[in-house]
């Protein structure tokens, strides 16, 4: 029997589960490969930052948090190369240019690695500081 058969669940059954999920959360939820550049992000982190996926696609989130915090956001990757897991709160620059702070969960992070056991991609979650009617507004 399959890996991937969960409580009578396969494979293609599950892959629809974990999608309904990434894309229905209230969370921000993004998704880097090995050089830290997006392979995913969900409705909620587009809603968030005010870009539309296929803007954020390839492009690494360092390029939509404050220069003012770039230090901090490389220390923390940094750090999560080498497994750590921690939360540090960031300021993003939404697309109109507005300022909104949110915590990015690296304590949260599901990475996969490759035989050699270098990273291969990183889930991480993101959450709103700033209220709701920032985010969206």
């Known amino acids: 029997e399959s890996q991937w058969r969960v409580a009578g669940c396969d494979c ?3 892959n629809a589960l974990y999608r309904q999920a990434v894309e229905s959360a209230h969370e921000g939820i993004w998704v880097v490969d090995a050089n830290w550049k997006t392979t995913l992000v969900n409705p909620r982190m587009c809603e968030m930052i005010g870009y539309q996926a296929k803007e954020i696609l390839g492009r690494t989130p360092n390029e939509f948090i404050d220069p003012s915090a770039l230090p ?3 220390a923390l990757v ?3 190369e080498h497994g750590v897991g921690e939360s540090h709160d960031f300021i993003f620059r939404r697309k109109n240019g507005a300022e909104l ?3 990015v969960s690296a304590d949260c992070t599901v990475t ?3 035989p050699d056991a270098k990273p291969r991609s990183v889930l991480i979650a ?3 500081l700033s209220g709701d009617s920032a985010i969206t507004g």
């Open 72 to 74: 901090q956001w490389d």
């Open 101 to 103: 702070w949110l915590m």
């Open 78 to 80: 940094s750090r999560r």
């Open 12 to 14: 293609v059954e599950m």
């Open 112 to 114: 996969t690695f490759s």
């Open 126 to 128: 993101v959450h709103g």
